[in-house]
């Protein structure tokens, strides 16, 4: 069963960078994308970003168009989301979790929230003067 443990949110100044880690464990190779979602206080999951475990392509929502980026470690399990510019709007739990079938695009299945499971605990990013 695959499970996913995100890592590397904190307390950041408005206009700083993180790096968001997703790493994979156990059946890894049972998954067809990985996405990444967030959860500010009070509001719904948000989709941010789909990262294809074929060939890496990646895709974004709007909201997170030219200043995130999803990436990969094959050799390490791990996907990475880089966040540059940070905004106190980007304040908010940040998820992985793991699209388990490719019925639909990944950016499809994500708006939907269908289809996606091993969900991750979340990292904290709190962006904050």
């Known amino acids: 069963q695959l499970q996913l443990v995100e890592s590397g949110g904190g307390l950041v100044q408005p206009g700083g960078s993180l790096r968001l880690s997703c790493l994979a464990s156990g059946s890894t190779a049972d998954y067809y994308a990985i996405g990444w979602f967030r959860q500010a206080p009070g509001k719904e999951h948000e989709w941010v970003s789909c990262i294809s475990s074929s060939d890496g392509s990646t895709d974004y929502a709007d909201s997170a168009k030219g200043r995130f980026t999803a990436s990969r470690d094959n050799a390490k399990n791990t996907v990475y989301l880089q966040i540059n510019s940070l905004k106190p709007e980007d304040t908010a739990v940040y998820y992985c979790?793991?699209?388990?079938?490719?019925?639909?695009?990944?950016?499809?299945?994500?708006?939907?929230?269908?289809?996606?499971?091993?969900w991750g605990q979340g990292t904290q990013v709190t962006v904050s003067s």
């Open positions: 979790a793991a699209l388990k079938t490719n019925k639909m695009p990944c950016r499809v299945a994500a708006v939907q929230m269908k289809d996606f499971g091993s």
